[in-house]
């Protein structure tokens, strides 16, 4: 069964990785490239490490209600996903890929949060788009990102480019700084301790929904 689901999951994601080659110019992709590695020498992709305190927050869902981890580790240990937004594609697969086995990893008390700096409305459409049966939190202003240490501004030359193909993050976000989380998987214990941190400068890299479902069994 787990094997099953980290191939699917990585497939997808290497699919996703060819279809941006063949569509983009070789200009961007050296762009994207060379943005990748400023973030991995300023060691921004480190972010809160494994023993570290997980800093609490209280979030608002699609519909309205409160999201806090302090009130969800009650119930068992959580997953918190930080993730770009709805018009990124690796993000919409890593999702859908943690909805896949959201009953398997609720069997061992785990709860699953994904939260982004987009606006309400855009997590709502990203919730209803692949049904996902977790809270999706909008994190205005990066507030929680900036808690843990993920977050990266993006350059002028990145800005134009986004723009260039209708992304333009004022619009998704509500905010003008265009600064986004990197994607980061953290996994809090009930006692609210970080167990496991994956961040990754990379945006084409996820952390396989399957290997959290053993790690949580493990806790």
Same mark, same amino acid.
């Given at each position: 069964?787990?094997?099953?689901?980290?191939?699917?999951?990585?497939? +997808?994601?290497?699919?996703?990785?060819? #279809?941006?080659? #063949?569509?983009?110019?070789? &200009?961007? $992709?050296? +762009?994207?490239?060379?943005?990748?590695?400023? /973030?991995?020498?300023?060691?921004?992709?480190?972010? @809160?490490? =494994?023993?570290?305190?997980?800093?609490?927050?209280?979030?608002?869902?699609?519909?309205?209600?409160?999201?806090? $981890?302090?009130?969800?580790?009650?119930?068992?240990?959580?997953?918190?996903?930080?993730?770009?937004?709805?018009?990124?594609?690796?993000?919409?697969?890593?999702?859908?890929? *943690?909805?896949?086995?959201?009953? %398997?990893?609720?069997?061992?008390?785990?709860?699953?949060?994904? =939260?982004?700096?987009?606006? +309400?409305? *855009?997590?709502?459409?990203?919730?209803?788009?692949?049904?996902?049966?977790?809270?999706?939190?909008?994190? @205005?202003?990066?507030?929680? +990102?900036?808690? *843990?240490?993920?977050?990266?501004?993006?350059? %002028?030359?990145?800005?134009? =480019?986004?723009? !260039?193909?209708?992304?333009?993050?004022?619009?998704?976000?509500?905010?003008?700084?265009? &600064?986004?989380?990197?994607?980061?998987?953290? /996994?809090?214990?009930?006692?609210? /301790? /970080?167990?496991?941190? !994956?961040?990754?400068?990379? *945006?084409?890299?996820?952390?396989?929904?399957? %290997?959290?479902?053993?790690? @949580?069994?493990?806790?």
């Amino acid at each position: 069964m787990t094997k099953k689901h980290v191939q699917k999951l990585q497939a +997808a994601l290497d699919e996703a990785t060819l #279809q941006m080659k #063949q569509a983009l110019p070789v &200009e961007v $992709l050296e +762009a994207f490239g060379i943005a990748i590695e400023q /973030i991995r020498e300023t060691g921004l992709s480190k972010g @809160l490490g =494994i023993g570290a305190k997980a800093p609490d927050f209280t979030l608002t869902s699609m519909d309205g209600k409160s999201i806090s $981890l302090s009130e969800e580790l009650k119930n068992g240990p959580v997953v918190l996903v930080f993730y770009r937004g709805i018009w990124c594609p690796f993000c919409n697969l890593e999702l859908r890929a *943690y909805e896949q086995i959201i009953d %398997e990893i609720e069997a061992v008390d785990g709860r699953v949060i994904a =939260i982004s700096p987009q606006t +309400a409305e *855009y997590s709502r459409a990203m919730q209803e788009k692949h049904e996902l049966r977790f809270p999706v939190g909008s994190d @205005l202003h990066n507030q929680t +990102a900036k808690k *843990y240490q993920i977050t990266a501004q993006m350059s %002028e030359q990145l800005r134009q =480019i986004y723009q !260039s193909v209708d992304i333009s993050l004022d619009v998704f976000n509500e905010d003008h700084s265009w &600064e986004l989380p990197l994607p980061a998987t953290y /996994i809090i214990d009930r006692e609210g /301790i /970080i167990r496991f941190a !994956s961040v990754d400068a990379d *945006y084409k890299k996820r952390l396989e929904p399957s %290997e959290v479902l053993i790690l @949580l069994q493990s806790l």
